[in-house]
Structure formats: C-alpha cells, structure tokens
C-alpha cells in the first residue's frame, strides 16, 4: 500500500495522540449531543482560527480499545484502512483553554459510529485526539459564513470569537426551529437562520446569493454541508462574485448522504 496516501495531514500547532475524557454529556438541541472532554495533554487553539476542527479517534467496536497511529521515519502519521475508519473530523464548539476543555456537538443520527457513540457516552469514557487544525485564519476580509446543521457548531463557535471589528455574515440551516441558539449581541455580526424545508430545498443557495453583499468590500467565503448543497453553492457564488480570487472561497463537503468520512471527497 503506498504510504504517501495513507497520510494525514495534521497543523504544525495541533497535538497528537492525546487522550479526551467525557466529563459531561447534554442532549441540547433535537439536532445535537454536547459533550465535553478534559484532555490529558495540552491543545493549542490559535485564536485566529476559522472554523477550527478536531481529528477524533474513536475505539475500535469489536475490541473497545483505542489504537493510537503510528509515526514513520519521517515523523508522519500513518493511518491504515481499518485505522481510518474509526477517524472523524469534528468543528470545535468551545475551548476552555484554562481548563484544557473541548466541547464538540454531535449531530443526533440513527447510524454513524461518531453519533453512536455520543448517544451512548457517560462520564470517563475516552476516545483519541489525533490533532486540532483550522485551513484558514481570519483576515480583514468580511467573513461570510454558509451551512447546513453539520457546520452550526463551525460556525457558531467562528462568531463567538470574531475579532473586535471584524465583519461577518453567516447563513445557517438547520433541522428544527428549537436548534437555532441566540448568540451574543454584536453588532458586526448578521445572521440569518433557516429552517430545513422540503418543499425547497433551495433556500440556503437563494438566501447567500440574493443576499447583498457586494457592497461589503473584499469577501471570504467558508461553507461546510452536504456535498450536493456544497456543489450547488459553489458554483452559485462563484457565478455571482467573479471579481474575487479562487482563494476568496472555501466550501467544504462536510458529508455526503449515504456515505462515511473517509469514502468521499471534502473538496472538489
């Protein structure tokens, strides 16, 4: 198996192999589990991140054990195919920094080992912390903020922590009314919320693109969502902002229907 393939990926600044402990679970939302971790090693977060994530290493079911990746000659990590099975990527909700505290939302689904696994959680449960990375960092570009429920977590932690006079925009969807949380008032931040409706399906593309934004100077936009809605919204605003450079947009499949992470491509 070629090992340049088998490689992931981690921040120069994030830890690896560390351990989470469960030191409290919440069902908040119909949409979400909250669960919140110590961590037996110290995590940097850079504050300047955007959308910052974490690479969680769940226990193997048949065994129950955690297998940590090994490390090449060359100091990489090296993840085999049963190892990255049990690999998810999820936002960072909060960060207390003090403590060495993560919170991480769980999206509530029938199936899925992470989703699974949250709903069974209780206090001293444990799972592995690969490492903690963000693709971007804020700028003094307005910052529009694009998702479905997957990316709440993203996004609403982006918010909270925007610089002082910074600009931002964020579109979120999601399940049900009872999901959208109040956020800190801050007048540099609009938000609108939308609530998933079948009979149109559409309506987070047409709320970015009839948005008007094209007054608002140089624009970064990040998305995460399912991975038509990322295509469709993709090419929407590419359409719409054709001034803006290729690196003006970051929208991300944050999953796929019918599919794990690990069978389909986050960037296309």
């Known amino acids: 198996m070629d090992e340049k393939n088998n490689k992931i990926k981690v921040n120069k600044k994030a830890i690896v192999n560390a351990l989470l402990t469960v030191l409290n679970v919440e069902k908040i939302s119909p949409s979400f589990i909250r669960v919140q971790f110590s961590c037996n090693k110290q995590v940097d977060i850079n504050p300047l991140w955007i959308c910052p994530y974490l690479k969680l290493l769940f226990p193997d079911p048949l065994i129950g054990k955690i297998e940590f990746p090994k490390f090449d000659d060359n100091n990489k990590i090296v993840v ?60 003094d570009d307005r910052l529009v903020l694009m998702g479905d429920v997957s990316a709440m977590p993203a996004i609403c932690y982006t918010l909270e922590h925007l610089p002082k006079k910074h600009k931002a925009f964020a579109f979120i969807e999601v ?30 593309i047409n709320a970015v693109i009839n948005a008007n934004l094209s007054r608002q100077g140089k624009l970064l936009f990040w998305g995460g969502m399912e ?42």
């Open 175 to 204: 399940n049900h009314k009872n999901d959208i949380v109040s956020l800190s008032d801050n007048k540099n931040i609009e938000v609108c919320w939308l609530v998933q409706n079948p009979d149109n399906p559409h309506q987070l």
């Open 80 to 139: 085999d195919d049963k190892l990255r099975r049990l690999i998810r990527s999820y936002s960072v909700r909060e960060f207390e920094c003090a403590n060495n505290e993560f919170f991480v939302d769980f999206a509530i689904h029938q199936t899925g080992l992470a989703s699974v696994w949250s709903q069974k959680a209780k206090i001293g449960d444990q799972i592995g912390l690969i490492g903690a990375a963000s693709k971007l960092q804020f700028t």
């Open 227 to 268: 991975r038509s809605l990322a295509q469709a919204l993709r090419h929407a605003v590419k359409d719409k902002y054709t001034h803006l450079p290729p690196d003006a947009f970051h929208i991300t499949s944050y999953w796929r229907e019918g599919f794990a992470e690990g069978e389909f491509k986050h960037r296309e």
